[in-house]
Structures are given as structure tokens and as C-alpha cells.
């Protein structure tokens, strides 16, 4: 059993910054790709950013150069530092892995709870 859990949401006023943490827990071997996204109120879930275990990273336009995107393969952690943050970036957003190997079984496509993160104009 694995579970990636988020932190570091809240409500934050325009221009400012939040730091999202989150980490993976079980017996875990090793994590492919880790990966934020978020969705907002009546709109579907959308890939905010994402990266490889090597480090490669991937953004979706509307945050590049605002967030960075960062992981700490040996605690299974991956980051995420919103800076710039817009009322539009209001959402919950999730951690997400494509593939979460432990000594017994290989996990694929696993989600977080969330966290919710709001920006006030």
C-alpha cells in the first residue's frame, strides 16, 4: 500500500507564493514520474507540472515561469513553489504518480487527497 500525501496549501493574496510538499509513503523502491495537478470549481482536473525521476521537467503554459517544480527522490518528496500566484491558479491541487514501486507490487496511477490552495484578488 503507498499513499502520496500533499501540504502546504492555503489562501494567499495575488502576487504572492505557497510551497506545496508532497510525499510518498510505504515501502517504496522507487517513483517514475511525479506530477501536480490541480482543478478548479467546475472545471476538469488539468497536469500543472511534472517530473521524471532524472529530473526532466514539464509545465503547462499558463504557470511557466511562475512555479518551479522540484523533487528529493530519497525522501520520495516532490515540491512545488507557486510564486506570482493568480486568482485563476484557485484550485485543489493534487499529487499524482504514473508508477510507485514497493518491494512486493508496483502501484500505478496514484492520486492524493489534495490540497486546496486559494488566491485572492
Known amino acids: 500500500q503507498v499513499q502520496l500525501v500533499e501540504s502546504g496549501g492555503g489562501l494567499v493574496q495575488s502576487g504572492g507564493s505557497l510551497r506545496l510538499s508532497c510525499g510518498a509513503s510505504g515501502s517504496i523502491t522507487s517513483i517514475n514520474v511525479m506530477a501536480w495537478h490541480r482543478q478548479a470549481p467546475g472545471k476538469q482536473r488539468e497536469l500543472v507540472a511534472s517530473i521524471t525521476r532524472g529530473g526532466i521537467t514539464n509545465y503547462r503554459d499558463s504557470v511557466t515561469g511562475r512555479f518551479t517544480i522540484s523533487r528529493d527522490n530519497a525522501k520520495n518528496t516532490i515540491y512545488l513553489q507557486m510564486n506570482s500566484l493568480k486568482p485563476e491558479d484557485t484550485a485543489v491541487y493534487y499529487c499524482?504518480?504514473?508508477?510507485?514501486?514497493?518491494?512486493?507490487?508496483?502501484?500505478?496511477?496514484?492520486w492524493g487527497q489534495g490540497t486546496l490552495v486559494t488566491v485572492s484578488s
Open positions: 499524482y504518480s504514473d508508477s510507485v514501486l514497493t518491494r512486493s507490487a508496483t502501484y500505478a496511477r496514484v
